[in-house]
């Protein structure tokens, strides 16, 4: 449950942040405030956060006698124009006043995590070190579980001050009690809004608002009782959530005359965002970076790579191509950090280097290609694949195991398949393809996958060990295994497909996934649990969905489609429609998923309405030839909320990634409002019918703060007997982490002490220890600051023997 309280006024003359407490704020007597972790200067009412308080601290200057310099002369005062403003001196007074609001009962030592910003402030005050206090800001903190299962979110929206209480499924709103000290006097208007007054100022606290999981507003209110405030949910218990933020969004590449736009995105750590696509910009400096790997355009289209910060600051960019209509498609990051871009490449040359898989472009129209970078932008290698034919990469995978993956289709016959893989040679016209390569660019194996007929896309995605294939074809056999979900060609046009593959190139299993109309697919992912989630959009009024669907029947000509498949055999676990009245495309999407297992997926719209859930980033559609729309679901199928992305052009998301809170957005837009935020990297820009932008978009979705219960994969049964073991639900917080973090979660009714270890990804022991589970719950601080960045993992045991993994990420 989250709610919301916005405080209104703050004033300030720049834009507000919250500069974090090291040692500079003091008391009237010099001693430190080591109870305040923040402060929010604003003027002439600053703000300081810490310990479950916040503390409005009032000034105001009188002035005793004289003037301030620089104040302007009564009319007719002065006749000298270059004299008409006081400079002598003048004696003043500041007034302060102080209000208090207090968490009662609350946790005072709850954990805070927060996102350090670039800016900071340097102090040389009395007591401070000689070399000084360096103190940085922050946008936005949190104080983890500052009530069971609660945490108190505290951010700059503007120039306004906002908290909000995110109240997890174990958390009781009713025990959230917050008490006023210092007020003249505290009321409650008729819209529902507290008013606290004091002899110098007054803070409005605007009514609440929530939102329940299918993002529909929740009826709440305040209750005051005499100084203490409480929420007044109306009996309502299950949890409830907020919608997403845009944090900052930004155009890339020129708006006029040009054609630039995003294919995908990789969120690594708060360090490094990665995306990749195609421009036939050649205007210096418009893609590239100075000192890049490769500053000038070199063709028709070029690929490129840029690399941002998760607060949206650039820090290099690379045109990558030869003198050819070169783009990139994928890019994706190993568990050390590098980055791999994959594409298209009809160029003969500036792709590949000496030493590599294939150096030599194989003919024909276009290869695809490899090509692997270093987190500071220096290539590594770069590889063709294919031979005399076509081939279109569309995406770029890395296992735990250290190989990278491109899959795509394809009608080449050589350079592709090997031995080693489930299909050597092409079957016919176009074929999908996987070829997985180490990280030194050496070809381990290679397979089509095909059946004779057309087989379009050729998407993958991988789950550390395993490789899913998807794509659409109108192969009417071959596409199916003994219990795969769907044996048959559903009819129409074309149809879904989803295989499995090991990580030596052979099959596990594959279905069909359509009805009797057409289904195109945009991507495939997995969860933490291993499932697997496919989206792509339909036309067929049958074997899509599922009873109890989020939206069980198609609501338009074509709808975008999200369905989730078991890993062992393929099952379906459920499906569902998603659209209005007119078209969902999603046939160049992707999807993924968060680490508490919740699916976004992104695509475009053309209807105007059942599109947006009430209370979205924007409910509204934003006008022009289609608007992005971004979604979001739970495990289980429910929609949290979903929002248009867009403006009044032409917009179309295609990538995403997710980094803890933070949902990552990419495509190509030609809209000139609702993309970019003031002070991003270009906060302007939009072209005409036929000119697109590459645009990049940051939310905030607190909404990720826990695993969900999943009894269909997790926990790993070790002892049969006990019923309850699905009711296992534990996670990580915050994740990603810096090696510090909180182990909490349910573990039904069970009671005693439960074990859990730490392990890198090759297996290594790196922890191992026990907590207590007290009535069934268990909350534990762990400290791994000594790791090295990159994935882990946390297996706890409970009493009884049952086991569940929760994967974890050190920035």
């Known amino acids: 449950m989250t709610v919301n309280a916005r405080v209104e006024p703050v004033r300030t003359h720049h834009s507000l942040s919250f500069i974090e407490n090291k040692g500079q704020i003091k008391d009237q007597e010099g001693h430190p405030r080591k109870d305040i972790q923040f402060v929010l200067p604003a003027g002439d009412m600053n703000v300081f956060v810490g310990d479950g308080q916040l503390h409005y601290q009032f000034s105001r200057t009188e002035v005793i006698n004289g003037n301030r310099p620089g104040t302007p002369k009564p009319e007719g005062q002065s006749k000298d124009p270059n004299d008409d403003r006081y400079t002598e001196s003048f004696k003043a007074q500041i007034h302060t006043y102080r209000m208090d609001v207090e968490l009662v009962g609350a946790r005072i030592s709850a954990p805070v995590a927060g996102k350090k910003q670039a800016y900071y402030e340097n102090y040389y005050t009395a007591g401070c070190p000689a070399e000084g206090i360096r103190a940085y800001s922050y946008d936005k903190v949190t104080y983890k579980n500052v009530y069971p299962d609660i945490d108190w979110v505290i951010y700059v929206n503007g120039n306004k001050l906002e908290h909000e209480f995110v109240v997890g499924s174990m958390g009781d709103a009713s025990q959230i009690k917050l008490r006023y000290k210092g007020h003249t006097s505290l009321r409650?208007?008729?819209?529902?809004?507290?008013?606290?007054?004091?002899?110098?100022?007054?803070?409005?606290e605007k009514a609440p608002v929530c939102y329940a999981a299918d993002g529909k507003t929740v009826r709440s209110a305040y209750k005051l009782n005499g100084d203490v405030l409480t929420y007044d949910l109306h009996g309502m218990k299950e949890a409830v959530l907020i919608d997403p933020e845009l944090i900052w969004g930004t155009y890339y590449g020129p708006s006029t005359a040009t054609n630039t736009q995003f294919y995908d995105i990789e969120a690594f750590d708060s360090a490094s965002l990665y995306a990749c696509g195609l421009?036939?910009?050649?205007?210096?400096?418009?893609?590239?970076?100075?000192?890049?790997?490769?500053?000038?355009?070199?063709?028709?289209?070029?690929?490129?790579?840029?690399?941002?910060?998760?607060?949206?600051?650039?820090?290099?960019?690379?045109?990558y191509g030869g003198n050819d209509g070169d783009y990139g498609t994928g890019v994706a990051c190993d568990v050390n950090g590098m980055v791999y871009m994959c594409g298209l490449a009809p160029s003969a040359a500036g792709i590949s280097t000496p030493g590599s898989a294939q150096p030599v472009y194989g003919g024909g129209p276009s290869?695809?290609?490899?090509?692997?970078?270093?987190?500071?932008?220096?290539?590594?290698?770069?590889?063709?694949?294919?031979?005399?034919?076509?081939?279109?990469?569309?995406?770029?995978?890395?296992?735990?195991?250290?190989?990278?993956?491109?899959?795509?289709?394809?009608?080449?016959?050589?350079?592709?398949?090997?031995?080693?893989?489930?299909?050597?040679?092409?079957?016919?016209?176009?074929?999908?393809?996987?070829?997985?390569?180490?990280?030194m660019g050496v070809k381990q194996w290679g397979t089509y996958y095909g059946t004779g007929g057309p087989e379009w896309n050729g998407a993958s995605c991988n789950d550390g060990y395993v490789i899913y294939l998807t794509g659409w074809t109108s192969s009417t056999s071959g596409h199916s295994t003994a219990f795969a979900h769907q044996t048959a060609y559903g009819g129409g046009g074309s149809d879904a497909v989803l295989a499995k593959f090991f990580a030596n190139g052979a099959r596990s299993w594959v279905t069909y996934y359509g009805g009797a109309g057409s289904e195109t697919v945009g991507s495939v992912t997995c969860d933490i649990f291993k499932n697997i989630y496919l989206f792509g959009h339909t036309n067929s009024n049958d074997n899509i969905s599922t009873p109890s669907a989020f939206q069980p029947t198609r609501g338009g000509m074509m709808d975008a489609f999200l369905v989730k498949f078991h890993p062992e055999i393929g099952f379906r676990m459920w499906g569902t429609y998603i659209g209005g009245a007119q078209d969902e495309k999603a046939e160049k999407s992707r999807i993924t998923t968060d680490d508490s297992a919740n699916i976004y997926v992104t695509g475009v719209t053309f209807s105007t309405s059942n599109i947006a859930s009430d209370t979205a980033w924007q409910t509204v559609y934003g006008g022009g030839d289609g608007d992005g729309f971004l979604a979001k679901f739970n495990h289980i199928g429910e929609r949290k909320w979903c929002s248009y992305l867009g403006g009044d052009q032409a917009d179309e998301p295609r990538g995403l990634s997710c980094l803890g809170d933070a949902v990552f957005v990419c495509g190509r837009t030609s809209s000139h409002d609702s993309i970019a935020t003031p002070g991003a990297l270009q906060p302007t820009g939009g072209g005409g019918a036929f000119d697109y932008q590459g645009f990049l978009e940051k939310f905030s979705d607190p909404d990720t703060?826990?695993?969900?219960?999943?009894?269909?994969?997790?926990?790993?049964?070790?002892?049969?007997?006990?019923?309850?073991a699905g009711k296992m639900q534990i996670g990580l917080f915050p994740n990603?982490?810096?090696?510090?973090?909180?182990?909490?979660?349910?573990?039904?009714?069970?009671?005693?002490?439960?074990?859990?270890?730490?392990?890198?990804?090759?297996?290594?022991?790196l922890l191992s220890d026990k907590t207590a589970v007290h009535a069934g719950n268990v909350h534990e601080q762990v400290m791994l600051n000594d790791i090295a960045p990159g994935i882990y993992f946390l297996r706890l045991r409970s009493p009884e023997g049952y086991e569940q993994v929760v994967r974890f990420r050190k920035e």
């Open 188 to 204: 409650m208007t008729e819209e529902g809004n507290l008013v606290a007054t004091t002899p110098m100022g007054t803070i409005t």
């Open 279 to 319: 421009t036939y910009s050649d205007a210096v400096g418009s893609i590239a970076t100075v000192g890049s790997f490769m500053y000038s355009f070199a063709g028709f289209t070029d690929a490129y790579l840029v690399k941002f910060d998760s607060s949206g600051i650039r820090q290099w960019a690379t045109y």
């Open 367 to 439: 290869d695809g290609f490899l090509v692997k970078f270093l987190p500071d932008g220096t290539r590594v290698w770069g590889t063709y694949i294919g031979g005399p034919g076509s081939n279109f990469p569309w995406s770029v995978s890395c296992d735990l195991g250290g190989f990278v993956y491109v899959s795509g289709d394809s009608n080449e016959p050589t350079n592709i398949g090997t031995p080693a893989g489930h299909q050597p040679n092409l079957a016919g016209g176009f074929d999908w393809y996987i070829v997985q390569f180490d990280t």
């Open 705 to 724: 703060s826990s695993i969900p219960e999943d009894t269909t994969t997790v926990p790993t049964l070790v002892n049969h007997t006990n019923n309850n």
């Open 736 to 765: 990603p982490n810096n090696g510090s973090f909180t182990l909490q979660g349910s573990l039904g009714n069970r009671t005693g002490i439960a074990a859990y270890t730490v392990t890198d990804i090759a297996g290594r022991v």
